[in-house]
């Protein structure tokens, strides 16, 4: 089993600190921009969350595919990272760039620049968090790995949500628009830096085995006839969601139908009449514990995300203190470095599937009490919501470690590993919660009457802000919980499957 060098670990957790640069920014400020500033309606936004979540569900998998079949003497995963860089800085200052044009015009660019962020974050994240499976042999040190990649991307969050307001201000000097683009300028510029720095520091030591017959040009192809597949139950979801009326229900029931039939034909069918692709996704379908994560991954980051996703209008309105969003923020991600440091030493000790369970409950627990606070009480926002955090913390280092003991499952069972489409799903599906989540928090403040560029809508609005802030996330992570119940692997199973794994390897 391959112990990894702490200077490889810290190198790692530089790459989601830039990352976070991008991810935590977009998730906790762009809502907030597009409605406050760049003067999008909130019912414009929240479609635009979600229709570019549509996009999400295509290019990761086939960004997972592609990297799963890359070869160059740096790896199949880092050469992306560096590739993806630049593109990923520009997109970043682009989406938070207001140029002057009509309603339309404006919507218009919104989706081009959203679109390319997300674009650009999948070609940059995806092979980034593949990365973590193939870096060593051993799921504890994964643990581990996970534990400095998330304490790296809570210090990248911190660095925007933190200091972006006053940053804005600074930079701004009264005009918003401006401020937000110049602070991009500075964020951009560091996270070029940090993911070069985890290019040069980070190395790949696990081999899949290579299947002789696999074309990656062949199963894109398979792939792009199968898209329906991958869209429809997205769009179906997304009409749902968004309308919430017969006929997007009917749509629902119909397509949800219909892809169950499709999935029990093609996993019934035999590995010799199905294509690379196909037997790719047949090996993910039955693979119980990723089936699971992926639940769980959607489920923990609605709860995390809808959370932060109100953070700004919370502070602007019901508190009636925009900048003290910022301190929250600190104070919020200094204890998320801890919970993510923690997780290694309490999964060691109880086990990781138990230690997801509670951090889900007493997270929970104390997100819902959030509806008791008076309004104006900062003492009581602050230690409830440090405490919620330091166990939510642990849900995202649970997540994509345990996505990697997916995939050791996964080649144990079907003595074929597809760690760029295991992990490619999870970061998908992260995506797509915190698209959703965003969506919802704009919905939910859309139907108490909000309108950002109209101050007589605020005071009916609040009612929307506090339940936000509270039992709508809470619920989430309640619903996670109990289907962590069901997750099949255990500590012990883990390591009799790397074992086996390493036998199979030296044999081969």
């Given at each position: 089993?391959?112990?990894?060098?702490?200077?490889?670990?810290?190198?790692?957790?530089?790459?989601?600190?830039?990352?976070?640069?991008?991810?935590?920014?977009?998730?906790?400020?762009?809502?907030?921009?597009?409605?406050?500033?760049?003067?999008?309606?909130?019912?414009?936004?929240?479609?635009?969350?979600?229709?570019?979540?549509?996009?999400?569900?295509?290019?990761?998998?086939?960004?997972?595919?592609?990297?799963?079949?890359?070869?160059?003497?740096?790896?199949?995963?880092?050469?992306?990272?560096?590739?993806?860089?630049?593109?990923?800085?520009?997109?970043?200052?682009?989406?938070?760039?207001?140029?002057?044009?009509?309603?339309?015009?404006?919507?218009?660019?919104?989706?081009?620049?959203?679109?390319?962020?997300?674009?650009?974050?999948?070609?940059?994240?995806?092979?980034?968090?593949?990365?973590?499976?193939?870096?060593?042999?051993?799921?504890?040190?994964?643990?581990?790995?996970?534990?400095?990649?998330?304490?790296?991307?809570?210090?990248?969050?911190?660095?925007?949500?933190?200091?972006?307001?006053?940053?804005?201000?600074?930079?701004?000097?009264?005009?918003?628009a401006q401020g937000y683009q110049y602070t991009m300028y500075v964020f951009a510029s560091l996270l070029i830096a940090l993911m070069v720095?985890?290019?040069?520091?980070?190395?790949?030591?696990?081999?899949?085995?290579?299947?002789?017959?696999?074309?990656?040009?062949?199963?894109?192809?398979?792939?792009?006839?199968?898209?329906?597949?991958?869209?429809?139950?997205?769009?179906?979801?997304?009409?749902?969601?968004?309308?919430?009326?017969?006929?997007?229900?009917?749509?629902?029931?119909?397509?949800?139908?219909?892809?169950?039939?499709?999935?029990?034909?093609?996993?019934?069918?035999?590995?010799?009449?199905?294509?690379?692709?196909?037997?790719?996704?047949?090996?993910?379908?039955?693979?119980?514990?990723?089936?699971?994560?992926?639940?769980?991954?959607?489920?923990?980051?609605?709860?995390?995300?809808?959370?932060?996703?109100?953070?700004?209008?919370?502070?602007?309105?019901?508190?009636?203190?925009?900048?003290?969003?910022?301190?929250?923020?600190?104070?919020?991600?200094?204890?998320?470095?801890?919970?993510?440091?923690?997780?290694?030493?309490?999964?060691?000790?109880?086990?990781?599937?138990?230690?997801?369970?509670?951090?889900?409950?007493?997270?929970?627990?104390?997100?819902?009490?959030?509806?008791?606070?008076?309004?104006?009480?900062?003492?009581?926002?602050?230690?409830?919501?440090?405490?919620?955090?330091?166990?939510?913390?642990?849900?995202?280092?649970?997540?994509?470690?345990?996505?990697?003991?997916?995939?050791?499952?996964?080649?144990?069972?079907?003595?074929?590993?597809?760690?760029?489409?295991?992990?490619?799903?999870?970061?998908?599906?992260?995506?797509?919660?915190?698209?959703?989540?965003?969506?919802?928090?704009?919905?939910?403040?859309?139907?108490?009457?909000?309108?950002?560029?109209?101050?007589?809508?605020?005071?009916?609005?609040?009612?929307?802000?506090?339940?936000?802030?509270?039992?709508?996330?809470?619920?989430?992570?309640?619903?996670?919980?109990?289907?962590?119940?069901?997750?099949?692997?255990?500590?012990?199973?883990?390591?009799?499957?790397?074992?086996?794994?390493?036998?199979?390897?030296?044999?081969?």
């Amino acid at each position: 089993m391959t112990k990894l060098p702490f200077y490889e670990k810290v190198g790692y957790a530089m790459g989601d600190a830039a990352a976070n640069l991008v991810w935590r920014g977009a998730l906790a400020y762009l809502a907030v921009f597009y409605t406050d500033t760049f003067g999008l309606t909130a019912a414009a936004a929240a479609m635009l969350f979600l229709v570019v979540r549509l996009s999400d569900g295509v290019t990761d998998i086939v960004m997972g595919m592609i990297a799963d079949r890359t070869n160059t003497r740096w790896g199949k995963f880092r050469p992306w990272i560096l590739w993806s860089t630049p593109v990923l800085g520009l997109f970043m200052v682009l989406c938070f760039t207001t140029p002057n044009f009509s309603d339309n015009g404006k919507l218009v660019y919104a989706y081009f620049t959203y679109i390319g962020l997300t674009l650009a974050y999948t070609l940059n994240n995806v092979p980034y968090s593949a990365l973590m499976g193939v870096m060593t042999d051993s799921d504890t040190e994964r643990t581990s790995l996970s534990g400095f990649r998330f304490a790296g991307a809570f210090l990248g969050g911190l660095l925007v949500m933190g200091f972006l307001p006053e940053l804005v201000a600074y930079f701004g000097n009264g005009n918003d628009a401006q401020g937000y683009q110049y602070t991009m300028y500075v964020f951009a510029s560091l996270l070029i830096a940090l993911m070069v720095i985890t290019f040069a520091t980070t190395k790949e030591r696990v081999e899949a085995p290579i299947d002789p017959n696999s074309n990656l040009k062949t199963e894109l192809w398979d792939l792009t006839k199968n898209l329906p597949f991958i869209i429809l139950p997205l769009l179906s979801i997304t009409l749902f969601f968004y309308y919430r009326e017969i006929y997007s229900g009917i749509f629902f029931v119909v397509v949800m139908t219909a892809m169950a039939l499709v999935i029990k034909k093609l996993i019934n069918n035999t590995p010799e009449n199905m294509t690379g692709t196909q037997r790719d996704m047949v090996d993910l379908l039955t693979n119980k514990p990723w089936l699971i994560l992926l639940a769980m991954g959607f489920l923990t980051m609605m709860f995390n995300g809808i959370k932060y996703g109100v953070i700004a209008y919370y502070f602007k309105y019901y508190v009636g203190d925009e900048l003290m969003a910022g301190q929250y923020f600190i104070a919020l991600l200094v204890v998320s470095i801890l919970g993510a440091l923690a997780t290694e030493h309490l999964s060691k000790w109880l086990g990781k599937k138990k230690v997801f369970i509670i951090s889900l409950i007493l997270s929970g627990l104390l997100t819902g009490a959030f509806y008791w606070i008076p309004q104006g009480n900062i003492t009581a926002i602050f230690v409830l919501g440090c405490s919620a955090e330091f166990f939510a913390a642990m849900m995202p280092t649970l997540f994509f470690t345990m996505l990697g003991d997916s995939a050791d499952y996964s080649e144990w069972k079907n003595k074929r590993r597809a760690t760029g489409l295991i992990y490619s799903a999870g970061t998908f599906v992260q995506k797509t919660g915190g698209g959703f989540a965003g969506a919802l928090v704009l919905v939910v403040l859309a139907s108490y009457g909000y309108n950002g560029m109209d101050v007589s809508t605020i005071d009916q609005s609040l009612p929307g802000m506090q339940l936000l802030m509270s039992w709508i996330p809470a619920s989430f992570a309640f619903i996670a919980a109990g289907l962590m119940v069901l997750y099949p692997l255990t500590s012990q199973q883990n390591a009799l499957i790397g074992s086996e794994l390493m036998r199979r390897r030296i044999e081969n």
